[in-house]
Antibody, heavy 120, light 106 residues
Framework: EVQLVESGGGLVKPGGSLRLSCAAS????????INWVRQAPGKGLEWVSS????????WYSDSVKGRFTISRDNAKNSLYLQMNNLRAEDTAMFYC?????????????WGQGTLVTVSS | EIVLTQSPATLSLSPGEGATLSCRAS??????LAWYQQKPGQAPRLLIY???SGATGIPARFSGSGSGTDFTLTISSLEPEDFAVYYC?????????FGGGTKVEI
């Protein structure tokens, strides 16, 4: 069974940092691109970042470029999102989502999310 | 950036009725469009990909159509569990983008 479990969310002050993790199981992790998608409270879905299976290709939304860094450790079946210089508008549920395959960026499996709250 | 506009924002229907949801792209996305369902407190679920292909395990009452800039998600006969928010998403271009969602309510 495919499982994605996020962790690392919490309350952080504006300008602070946080590192999210996503532990994957039930599939060959290195064979899939993985993504972060967020959802502000009561709002819609927003794509954040994607990373290919071998980490050769990485993309970011303009809203997080230069502040967030996506990475993965295929030996540990884990995905990460380092978030720096956090802003109030980054407050959201962050989901880890698997792409359908290495190159097809639809999201077929999702974690339950980890909540990030940026507030003083 | 490709903007996806979903309409209507809210659809009020009864179980057993059919639902037609629209997603319009600001430029052509060919057939590279997906639909997701999200219920309160849950992660989204992939329903349709490449505009008209059903994802694994999705009931046949869900169908998708369209290409270019205009897409439709059709639910042939609403079941109680279908009342949720539906999002479209394009993968034609970076950045990946989602529509604003359509809420299907009782």
């Amino acid at each position: 069974e495919v499982q994605l479990v996020e962790s690392g969310g919490g309350l952080v002050k504006p300008g602070g940092s946080l590192r999210l993790s996503c532990a994957a199981s039930g599939f060959t992790f290195s064979s899939y691109s993985i993504n972060w998608v967020r959802q502000a409270p009561g709002k819609g879905l927003e794509w954040v970042s994607s990373i290919s299976g071998g980490s050769s290709y990485i993309w970011y939304s303009d809203s997080v470029k230069g502040r967030f860094t996506i990475s993965r450790d295929n030996a540990k079946n884990s995905l990460y999102l380092q978030m720096n210089n956090l802003r109030a508008e980054d407050t959201a549920m962050f989901y880890c989502a698997r792409s359908v395959d290495m190159t097809t960026y639809y999201f077929d499996y999702w974690g339950q999310g980890t909540l990030v709250t940026v507030s003083s | 950036e490709i903007v996806l506009t979903q309409s209507p924002a809210t659809l009020s229907l009864s179980p057993g009725e059919g639902a037609t949801l629209s997603c319009r792209a600001s430029q052509s996305v060919s057939s590279y469009l997906a639909w997701y369902q999200q219920k309160p407190g849950q992660a989204p679920r992939l329903l349709i990909y490449d505009a008209s292909s059903g994802a694994t395990g999705i009931p046949a009452r869900f169908s998708g159509s369209g290409s270019g800039t205009d897409f439709t998600l059709t639910i042939s006969s609403l079941e109680p569990e279908d009342f949720a928010v539906y999002y479209c998403q394009q993968r034609y271009n970076w950045p990946l983008t989602f529509g604003g969602g359509t809420k299907v309510e009782i």
